[in-house]
Structure formats: structure tokens, C-alpha cells
């Protein structure tokens, strides 16, 4: 199992900008989260889980978007459909998991096991798909693909879609109006 720390040290070796060092780079801030929402309590736990759900929302719809059309091509159809069913399966499980009283016991419950799956999914990512990524394209596709990435995220939905996730045809259609709709609860609710 690798680390926030070994995530950081592997994205730092990589061009700034490039689309592995960008989520070897949000993986690790993933891990930093899930440790933030175990240890705190209170308002405290409750800002950490929104700050995860959103982190993760935009990621997966991101990844989805701009990283699987590519992978398809360079670790194989199978690789990136398998990668997207466990994206839709993490949609689902943080759907549930935004609805869940977070102080209570059945949430710590639920986010370790939410955290495995999750931490599962990036080393499959880390050691499957971003390496053929690497491999199959060349730097200026892999820089193109963090700039579309980054700003694929910065239109993305900050919360779970179940109905869209794990299809990147859907992301693409039903994303934008999701995403206003996000951000304004978002605003809203801060």
C-alpha cells in the first residue's frame, strides 16, 4: 500500500502540469482527508467529510472525463471500464454517506470501509492505468490532458451523482447544470 507521502514523492519527479503528477498530487490529498475526517469531531468532521465529498466528486467526474478516453486506448477498454464501475460504486457509497448523521458511529463505520474501496481504486489507478498513460502518451498529450483536467474540475459537480457516474457521456451532458446546481447549495449552505 503506498502513502500520502510516496503519492507526493512520485508526482514531484513528474513535469509540472502533467495529468499523472496532478492526481498522484489530489490522491494524496485524498488520504490527508480521510485521516482529517477520523480524527476530528464535531463542525470540524463535518468540514473535512464536505471537503472529501468534494474533492472526490470533481476528481472521479474528471477522471471520468478526461483520463478514461485515453486510458481505453493505452491500459485497454477493460482497464478503464473497470476503473469507471468503481467510480460509480464510490458515487453511490458518498451519496449515501452525505445523507448519514457524520458524528454518529454508523458513519465512522462506513467511511472506513468507503476508505478502503477508495484508496483500493487509486492503486489501481497508480499502478495500472497511469503507468500505460506514461507509456502510451507523449508529454505534450499528457500536459493538454492536465490542463483539460483542471479545468474539467473547475466545471464539475462538488457533490455525488449516481445517475451520471461512471459514464463519461453523462458526465459531459448532465455535469455543467449538476455543477451550478453544487455550488450554489454549496454557497448556500457556507
Do not use: Y
Not at 13 to 25: A, N
Request: proline letters at 5%; aromatic letters at 4%.
Amino acid at each position: 500500500m503506498s502513502s500520502a507521502t510516496m503519492e507526493r514523492q512520485e508526482a514531484a519527479k513528474l513535469p509540472e502540469g502533467d495529468v499523472v503528477r496532478i492526481l498522484l498530487e489530489q490522491h494524496a490529498r485524498i488520504r490527508d482527508l480521510f485521516a482529517d475526517v477520523k480524527s476530528a469531531q464535531g463542525e470540524q468532521k463535518k468540514q473535512a467529510f464536505d471537503q472529501l465529498r468534494a474533492l472526490l466528486a470533481v476528481h472521479e467526474t474528471a477522471e471520468e472525463m478526461i483520463v478514461r478516453p485515453a486510458a481505453k486506448k493505452t491500459a485497454g477498454e477493460k482497464e478503464a471500464e473497470a476503473r469507471n464501475r468503481e467510480e460509480e460504486e464510490a458515487n453511490q457509497v458518498l451519496a449515501e454517506l452525505e445523507k448519514m448523521d457524520i458524528p454518529g458511529a454508523e458513519f465512522d463505520a462506513r467511511i472506513a470501509a468507503f476508505e478502503k474501496s477508495v484508496i483500493d481504486h487509486a492503486e489501481h489507478e497508480e499502478q495500472e492505468e497511469f503507468p500505460a498513460l506514461r507509456e502510451g502518451c507523449t508529454e505534450d498529450e499528457l500536459q493538454r490532458m492536465g490542463t483539460r483536467l483542471k479545468l474539467t474540475e473547475k466545471l464539475a459537480p462538488t457533490h455525488p451523482h449516481p445517475t451520471a457516474a461512471g459514464s463519461p457521456a453523462a458526465q459531459w451532458m448532465t455535469g455543467p447544470f449538476a455543477s451550478m446546481v453544487d455550488r450554489v447549495k454549496d454557497a448556500l449552505s457556507s
